[in-house]
């Protein structure tokens, strides 16, 4: 896939903001903005830009310093800076620092378009090499760091670490057990796998072991014989049986039944099996990948899964991390969700203010991915413009100041007073469910009523 160059545009005379995104809007660029040089830095640091176009005179935190700033953070990313007429010292600075050009004040549109292509198509000519070698590397098998599996997103370092499990795990024929929180990535995980290893083009099949009661999920997974149950009123071939060369995605594992299990363990100690009511032995070659939202090893210390089962499966463990703990990949999951809505609903490219990526990267996701992408819909599905701005979550935002505070002005105004404020919010929604009914107020909280009574004097709310 072909990203589009995202352009960071920095300016903050609102005017000449919009008149530069207009021009830059007739092409293909994904564009964010900033009203002065703080807002782009810190901006930049969640999500970075291919191209910056700064003005030189801002406050707080100067054009030059921007440039300076984002050169050393990412010396790839290319920086035009705006200069006003007359000051050439700025601009040769400038360029001293790393600029790929400037412009100076006033200019006309057609002026800027001509700069930005040329820019933009050194840039694309460099991130074609950088792809092609990258793309070599990946064949010998010797890329570190950041990969990008299809379309998994992700470069933190927990990710990246995912990532050279998946590499590896493709090359080989042993089981993989995927750990993960609903909404992680399991499926897409194993279909990476698959996807990348010599079965690619064999067939992937799933089952869903929870979705099942416990002889269908036998007859599904190993087939059945005409007659062998009522309702067979046919043969049938199992899922092994179709996954025989491919690979067998076992989705929900902690899930099945102690009787299944024993059947499991068997297909993969022997690669044997019969189906339902059959006497003929089949034999298969289906690599397993198994995943659960549970911890397989309590759930064997409680007598609830097979350990020699467990050993079976868990060759290759990969414990995919929920969206809280790998913060720093949430502006570039929102982007990709974008862009791949733009694409599939044909809108016009959106912008998304800056301020968005801030509350996202502050929720907590207990849905993970999956609700971050269902977020994203909704909030593009809904914006009747093509900008996204924080109005445009605010069904989230009552989750994450459902008391009172966020994130980030806990550290703001440290831990006692982040607390008193969570408390008091606490306290003013439950009298409003209690309907100003002190003592049921009191209950819903689970408090004393005497504690109730002096935490409302504290808050003044007597
Ligand atoms: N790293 C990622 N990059 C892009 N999309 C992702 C990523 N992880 C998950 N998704 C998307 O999030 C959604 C949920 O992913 P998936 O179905 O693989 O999760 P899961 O762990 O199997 O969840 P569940 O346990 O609920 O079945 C999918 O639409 C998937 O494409
Ligand atoms: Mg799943």
Redesign the pocket.
């Known amino acids: 896939m072909n990203d589009p160059i995202k352009i960071l545009v920095v300016e903050d005379n609102a005017t000449m903001r919009e008149g530069i995104t207009e021009v830059l809007q007739k092409q293909q660029y994904q564009i964010v903005t900033a009203s002065n040089g703080r807002d782009a830095l810190s901006l930049f640091k969640k999500h970075r830009a291919d191209l910056v176009i700064t003005d030189y005179k801002m406050n707080p935190v100067d054009g030059l310093t921007v440039l300076k700033e984002i050169k050393t953070a990412s010396p790839d990313t290319e920086v035009i800076l705006i200069t006003a007429f007359g000051t050439v010292d700025v601009a040769v600075e400038a360029m001293k620092l790393g600029a790929a050009d400037f412009i100076t004040k006033p200019f006309s549109p057609d002026e800027l378009s001509v700069k930005i292509e040329k820019i933009t198509r050194i840039f694309l000519e460099r991130r074609q090499f950088i792809k092609t070698t990258e793309e070599n590397l990946y064949l010998r098998g010797e890329i570190e760091g950041q990969y990008n599996f299809g ?4 470069s933190s370092p927990k ?1 990246v670490e995912i990532f050279q499990l998946v590499q590896k795990s493709a090359v080989s024929d042993s089981s993989v057990v995927i750990y ?10 194993a279909r990476a796998i698959h996807y990348n290893s010599h079965r690619k083009n064999k067939p992937f099949i799933k089952v869903n072991c929870a979705a099942l009661s416990e002889t269908l999920l036998e007859s599904e997974l190993f087939g059945h014989e005409k007659g062998s149950f009522t309702g067979a009123i046919k043969t049938k071939k199992g899922r092994f049986e179709l996954a025989d060369t491919g690979t067998l995605f076992l ?1 929900e594992i902690g899930e099945i039944s102690s009787n299944v299990q024993v059947k499991l363990l068997r297909v993969l100690q022997e690669q044997e099996f019969e189906r339902v009511g059959g006497e003929e032995t089949l034999s298969v070659d289906t690599r397993i990948i198994a ?1 659960t ?1 549970k911890n397989l090893q309590e759930a064997v210390k409680k007598g609830l899964f097979r350990e020699d089962l467990y050993y079976r499966l868990h060759i290759i463990p990969l414990h ?1 991390p929920p969206l809280r703990e790998r913060r720093e ?1 949430i502006p570039k ?1 929102i982007d ?1 969700f974008v862009q791949r809505l733009e694409k599939d609903m044909a809108r016009r490219p959106i912008q998304i203010n800056p301020d968005v990526y801030e509350l996202l990267s502050n929720y907590r996701w207990p849905g ?3 609700e971050l ?1 269902n977020v994203i819909e909704r909030a593009v599905v809904l914006s009747s413009n093509n900008r996204l701005t924080v109005d445009d979550f605010t069904s989230l935002g009552q989750s994450v100041s459902e008391f009172g505070v966020q994130l980030e002005d806990v550290e703001k105004m440290g831990l006692d007073s982040a607390l008193e404020k969570i408390e008091k919010t606490m306290i003013e929604k439950a009298l409003f469910k209690a309907q100003g009914v002190r003592s049921e107020a009191a209950r819903i909280l689970g408090v004393k009523t005497s504690a109730f009574y002096y935490k409302l004097e504290k808050y003044g709310l007597l």
């Not at 379309?151 to 992700?154: A, F, L, P």
């Not at 993960?180 to 897409?188: D, H, P, R, V, Y």
Request: charged share 30%; net charge negative; hydrophobic share 40%.
């Open positions: 379309e998994i997103i992700g990710m993960g929180e609903s909404g992680t990535g399991k499926e897409l995980v989705d995943a939202n995919l990949d999951l990709f993970n991915v999956r992408e």
